[in-house]
C-alpha cells in the first residue's frame, strides 16, 4: 500500500491570482515544467476538467510527444492534472495555491506516478527524484508569477 507522495512548498512574493495567470496559460507549461520542453498545442478550454495541452519532453533529438489532462480545477486554487509521458508512463500532479494576501501566495505540490512501468519503483525512490524536480518547477512558477505581478 502506497503512503501520499510528499509535498513541496514554495512561497511567492506574488498574489494568487498571478499565480492562476501562469496556470491557466497553457502555452507556459514547458517555461515551469522540469522535463517538458515545448508546448505543441493548447486545448481552448484549458485549464477546465478534461482539457489538455500537448507538450514534448526530453532534450532534442530525443523528444518525445504526449499531453497533460486536467481531472481537477478550482480557479485560483487548486489544478489537478494527469501529466502524460510514456512510455515512462504518467503522473497524477496536484498543484494549491494557498492566498497569503495581497502580494503573497503559498505554492504546494504532489505528484506520484499514477500508471505505466515506474510504478515498480517502490514510492521512496520515486519521491526522491520527484521532489528536487517540484521544488524547481514551483521555484520557476514563481518567478513567472512574480513577473505577471510585475508587469
Given at each position: 500500500m502506497s503512503s501520499q507522495p510528499a509535498t513541496v512548498?514554495?512561497?511567492?512574493k506574488a498574489p494568487a491570482d498571478a499565480v492562476w495567470d501562469v496556470l491557466a496559460d497553457g502555452?507556459?507549461?514547458a517555461s515551469w515544467v522540469v522535463g517538458a520542453s515545448r508546448v505543441r498545442d493548447v486545448d481552448p478550454n484549458w485549464p477546465e476538467?478534461?482539457?489538455?495541452?500537448?507538450?514534448?519532453?526530453?532534450?532534442?533529438?530525443?523528444?518525445?510527444?504526449?499531453?497533460?489532462?486536467?481531472?481537477?480545477?478550482?480557479?485560483?486554487k487548486?489544478?489537478?492534472?494527469?501529466?502524460?509521458?510514456?512510455p515512462t508512463g504518467?503522473?497524477?500532479?496536484?498543484?494549491?495555491?494557498?492566498?497569503?494576501?495581497?502580494?503573497?501566495?503559498l505554492l504546494s505540490i504532489q505528484e506520484?506516478?499514477?500508471?505505466?512501468?515506474?510504478?515498480l519503483v517502490p514510492q521512496?525512490?520515486?519521491?526522491?527524484?520527484?521532489?528536487?524536480?517540484?521544488?524547481?518547477?514551483?521555484?520557476?512558477?514563481?518567478?513567472l508569477a512574480e513577473g505577471r505581478r510585475n508587469a
Amino acid at each position: 500500500m502506497s503512503s501520499q507522495p510528499a509535498t513541496v512548498q514554495h512561497h511567492v512574493k506574488a498574489p494568487a491570482d498571478a499565480v492562476w495567470d501562469v496556470l491557466a496559460d497553457g502555452w507556459t507549461y514547458a517555461s515551469w515544467v522540469v522535463g517538458a520542453s515545448r508546448v505543441r498545442d493548447v486545448d481552448p478550454n484549458w485549464p477546465e476538467v478534461g482539457s489538455s495541452l500537448h507538450h514534448s519532453f526530453g532534450l532534442w533529438p530525443l523528444v518525445i510527444n504526449d499531453r497533460t489532462d486536467v481531472l481537477g480545477c478550482h480557479p485560483g486554487k487548486q489544478l489537478v492534472l494527469q501529466a502524460r509521458g510514456w512510455p515512462t508512463g504518467e503522473a497524477t500532479v496536484n498543484i494549491r495555491i494557498d492566498d497569503l494576501g495581497p502580494r503573497e501566495s503559498l505554492l504546494s505540490i504532489q505528484e506520484d506516478v499514477s500508471a505505466g512501468p515506474v510504478l515498480l519503483v517502490p514510492q521512496p525512490l520515486r519521491q526522491a527524484a520527484t521532489v528536487p524536480r517540484n521544488r524547481e518547477t514551483l521555484r520557476r512558477l514563481g518567478h513567472l508569477a512574480e513577473g505577471r505581478r510585475n508587469a
